[in-house]
């Protein structure tokens, strides 16, 4: 009550009202109408309130809703009580620190006002009333009313969020630099939860290429050029703070302008000039200046005027922008030009002239076009170089005086060649494949019929095919249908191949044909070895369409494979022994066409027990190794030797891969899981295998997730859900129970990693660690051996940022030191024996860890792109060159631009300049290069 004396006009209103009522009132009557109010109650004793009530000195009571602002009041439906307003304050979230508020009540001519911040003492006020240099976090302003009688009004509240801290942009990723690809996907986080972006693409020569615009992580640019790219990311956050990052590279397409396939090697030239070969090489043919295999295309020299190239079963020529003519390879027959049967490693010019138009390397004989004159040289048994005499020529040597030649061809035997539309043709003929109605040979020029509007022509082994005003023809040898008119037949004369009038190419291989039609690709004839690029090994006796594509430029098919160029991206398909794909020696047959440089743009990669699925910076799932159950989600149980592309989708952003079957997240949020789901880890509620992605129910707020033995967790706007088997309570529920769908682990929203092992999981949650499951060696760190079946934390620490399960250990970073525990069997705790430990132990005294994985019974981590592994080494799975285990971090080469690693059972994966390298174990071709052991890193040649 001393409280309301302080106001001095409430004290002399209080009085004269005392007075009055004193002077005015009889017992038993209204002091105001004087009417009867009933009995005269006296007491002598109690002159005050009900002495019986406990209540009647507590104006609340009885109340229920005193004291609490957020509940109706009787004042606010009473108008003539004071009231109290807030006019104006600050947004609900507010990057400001300060805050200004305006108010007032119902009475005139004011009020006297008290106010409050967070429950603070209140103090008297005026409006407008403001605070500075807040906190970040929640406020409430509380603000009363108080009349000129006294009387105080409910108290008006405003809640704000001060935000004072710029969003940080993580894991931007966006294309290697230097880039080959058109089409740049960039992926990025926020570091809260509720950000918004806008982006902008820049180019150093095109100015701003996509003005700056609303986006979400995912965003794809296409149909880029050559130039300097800088892209640019604005995170705001619900307060208005700002951040930003930006991703720079340079695009160099250099896009692929000429391609010829050998029988077992291929060439090509790009549009900077350069040469380059791969593939078989054991006399030379690559010219590359040694006889070794190359499985990826390898430049031929330093040279960038490069025009053409032909290549045949073992040697090489192409002519340069100068017009010179070069050679290299075989040469027991003088094919090479050069005068004598000395092979070559490298190229070597054929005489001094420089007007060389075109090249043609047959079997063992070549021809080439000077000026429009007609030159050949080499083996002529056959009459394959259109001399009358059988003899071998060592240097070019006119054929004929002729000089409008073009359209040249040689193949085993024999050598096609088009003047002023009409089609001659010479050599070997035993399959009728000069078109002369005959099969005698024909060691001269003989014209083929009487058309004259021949464009092309390519010659084959044994069959030849050429275009005439749009159509296609073709004739000789026709076993597996190779001359594509529906059955096998041989023809010694040219028979149109359908009724189509809008072929564009041709290409005759050994013993199947490819050809283009509006950039559509068609093919036919022999496929034992996926040549036909169809998806199977079966056989077509007529073109077949090779995919969808339209805009397929130009296709070579020669020996038991084939190349074209789509858009300026090379494309092999077909036998690989050699590696003349340019996937990697030995890497396997392809069914389909598939890009050959685009070696170097994967961004995330998880190795799993015996198999492993990796991203793409565009977008793209693969996954490779064992498929039992549908584990690589491909839709069959069809084990792959190579990585292959899950489904068409093109925003998958993070893949785990568990013991059996495997999870992914896309852009918009969504999970998806598939193969082995006995215990229900696919997360479908069923206990059904999977050979698809299926999507994990409806939510669409997924951040993480972790597919561990046969278990799954992940985390959810900050909230963690696990799933599957519960064995020793490895899904942190209080129980032993498993599930079949996600259920939350507790009520806590703040979750940020989550690694599931076999039997145990662990989690960061606010930068403390916690674990729960299987704990007999003591992997959950909580300092003994007994299994947890919910999470409990691990020692005190609150630094925690990140941390990997294997099968009985676990590790995590602390502020960049690495720290293990657990199982230590093989010395994967890295502490240099082989004790194990039931709590954290920093492993050595570096504090610049970023990645740690753990695997069956090893683990690997990175410091400053440097690659380490320690721990069991059987299989060569540390990648250190041999089998001998280690106890402590051996660094694996001398390569310090490792930004990525996954641990396997038994192998191991990583990403080195963007490009996937696998090693260890590969009984289930989990390595992706379809060997058997690897020791050390190899890369793996995705298609």
Not at 702 to 720: E, F, I, K, N, P
Not at 833 to 849: F, K
Request: charged share 20%; aromatic share 8%.
């Amino acid at each position: 009550m001393l409280a309301l004396f302080r106001n001095p006009r409430f004290f002399l209103a209080l009085l004269a009202t005392v007075v009055l009522i004193a002077c005015s009132s009889e017992p038993g009557k209204d002091p105001v109408t004087g009417a009867d109010t009933g009995p005269d109650v006296q007491s002598t004793e109690d002159t005050g309130p009900d002495a019986s009530d406990p209540d009647a000195d507590d104006p609340d009571a009885g109340d229920p809703d005193a004291g609490d602002p957020d509940t109706s009041d009787s004042d606010a439906d009473d108008p003539d009580a004071v009231q109290v307003e807030i006019l104006a304050g600050p947004d609900a979230f507010t990057k400001l620190a300060s805050a200004l508020f305006e108010f007032s009540c119902n009475r005139a001519p004011g009020c006297d006002f008290e106010c409050a911040l967070n429950g603070d003492v209140a103090e008297p006020c005026t409006s407008p009333f403001g605070f500075e240099d807040l906190d970040d976090g929640e406020h409430e302003f509380e603000v009363v009313a108080i009349d000129a009688l006294g009387e105080r009004s409910q108290p008006d509240h405003w809640s704000w969020t001060v935000d004072t801290t710029a969003p940080v942009i993580v894991n931007l990723t966006g294309p290697a630099d230097p880039s080959k690809s058109k089409t740049a996907v960039f992926r990025f986080e926020c570091s809260e939860s509720d950000c918004t972006f806008e982006c902008t693409l820049s180019g150093a020569n095109l100015g701003v290429v996509s003005a700056r615009a609303a986006c979400t992580s995912g965003v794809t640019y296409t149909g880029l050029s050559d130039d300097d790219y800088v892209f640019d990311v604005q995170a705001r956050d619900r307060a208005g703070n700002e951040g930003f990052a930006d991703h720079g590279w340079t695009l160099i397409t250099n896009d692929w302008i000429v391609t010829s396939g050998g029988r077992f090697h291929t060439c090509g030239v790009r549009e900077d000039g350069t040469l380059w070969c791969w593939g078989q090489n054991t006399t030379g043919q690559l010219g590359l200046g040694d006889a070794a295999e190359r499985g990826a295309p390898a430049q031929v020299g330093q040279d960038n005027d490069w025009s053409l190239v032909s290549a045949s079963i073992a040697h090489t020529c192409g002519v340069r922008k100068d017009g010179t003519l070069w050679c290299w390879g075989d040469n027991p027959a003088g094919q090479l030009g050069l005068d004598d049967v000395a092979p070559r490693q490298v190229p070597v010019q054929v005489g001094q002239q420089s007007d060389w138009s075109e090249v043609a390397a047959g079997g063992s004989h070549t021809c080439g076009v000077r000026g429009g004159a007609l030159w050949c040289w080499g083996n002529n048994g056959s009459g394959q170089l259109g001399f009358e005499d059988p003899a071998v020529r060592y240097v070019p040597e006119r054929v004929a005086v002729a000089s409008d030649w073009s359209g040249l061809s040689a193949g085993n035997s024999h050598t096609c060649a088009v003047r002023g539309g009409a089609l001659w043709c010479w050599g070997w003929n035993g399959n009728g494949q000069l078109g002369l109605g005959n099969t005698s040979l024909s060691r001269t020029p003989a014209r083929v019929g009487a058309a004259s509007d021949w464009s092309l022509v390519s010659v084959g082994v044994d069959h030849t095919c050429g275009l005439r005003s749009g159509t296609l023809w073709c004739w000789g040898e026709n076993q597996s249908g190779r001359l594509g008119l529906g059955d096998d037949s041989q023809r010694t004369t040219p028979v149109q191949v359908g009724s189509e009038s809008d072929w564009s190419a041709v290409s005759a291989g050994f013993m199947h044909s490819c050809g283009e039609r509006d950039g559509t690709l068609w093919c036919w004839g022999s496929n034992l070895h996926g040549q036909l690029g169809v998806g199977d090994t079966n056989n077509r006796n007529s073109p077949e369409q090779v995919g969808a594509a339209s805009d397929w430029s130009q296709t070579s098919a020669r020996g038991l494979h084939s190349c074209g160029v789509r858009d300026g991206t090379l494309s092999c398909w077909g036998n690989n022994h050699f590696g003349q794909l340019g996937f990697g020696q030995h890497a396997g047959d392809k069914l389909e066409p598939t890009a050959v440089d685009t070696l170097d743009h994967f961004v995330e990669v998880s190795a799993g027990i015996t198999h492993s699925c990796a991203l793409r910076d565009d977008g793209t799932l693969w996954c490779w190794g064992t498929n039992e159950s549908g584990r690589l989600g491909l839709g069959d149980t069809t084990s792959r030797a190579l990585p292959t592309q899950v489904g068409v989708a093109s925003d998958w952003r993070a893949v785990s891969v568990g013991e059996q079957h495997s999870c992914a997240l896309r852009d918009d949020g969504t999970l998806w899981c598939w193969g082995y789901n006995a215990s229900g880890q696919i997360g479908q509620g069923d206990q059904v295998a999977y050979i698809l992605p299926a999507q994990v129910g409806a939510a669409s707020d997924w951040t993480s997730v972790s597919a561990g033995g046969d278990h799954t967790c992940g985390t959810r706007s900050g909230t963690l859900w696990c799933w599957g088997a519960n064995h020793y309570g490895g899904l942190g529920l209080g129980d032993l129970d498993l599930r079949t769908s996600p259920e939350q682990v507790g009520g806590h929203s703040d979750w940020t990693a989550v690694s599931a092992g076999g039997y145990h999981t662990c989690a960061v949650r606010g930068q403390t660690l916690w674990c729960w499951g299987y704990n007999a060696s003591g992997q959950l760190g909580v300092s003994d051996d007994l299994p947890r079946q919910a999470p409990e934390q691990v020692g005190g620490a609150s630094d925690w940022s990140g941390i990997a399960v294997g099968r009985i250990h676990s590790c995590g970073l602390r502020s960049g030191a690495l720290s293990c525990w657990g199982g230590n069997g093989d010395g994967e705790l890295g502490l240099g024996d082989l004790t194990a430990r039931d709590a954290p132990e920093q492993v050595g005294g570096a504090s610049d860890w970023s990645r740690i994985t753990a695997g069956n019974s090893h683990t690997c981590g990175l410091r400053n792109g440097a690659l380490s592994c320690w721990g069991a080494n059987r299989y060569g799975q540390l990648g250190l060159g041999d089998t001998t285990h280690r106890e402590a971090p051996a660094q694996i080469g001398a390569a310090s631009t490792w930004s990525a690693i996954s641990a396997g059972s038994e192998h191991t994966c990583g990403l080195r300049s963007n490009k996937l390298w696998c090693w260890g174990s590969n009984g289930s071709s989990r390595l992706g290069d379809g060997s058997l052991f690897k020791a050390q890193p190899v890369e793996v040649f995705e298609p």
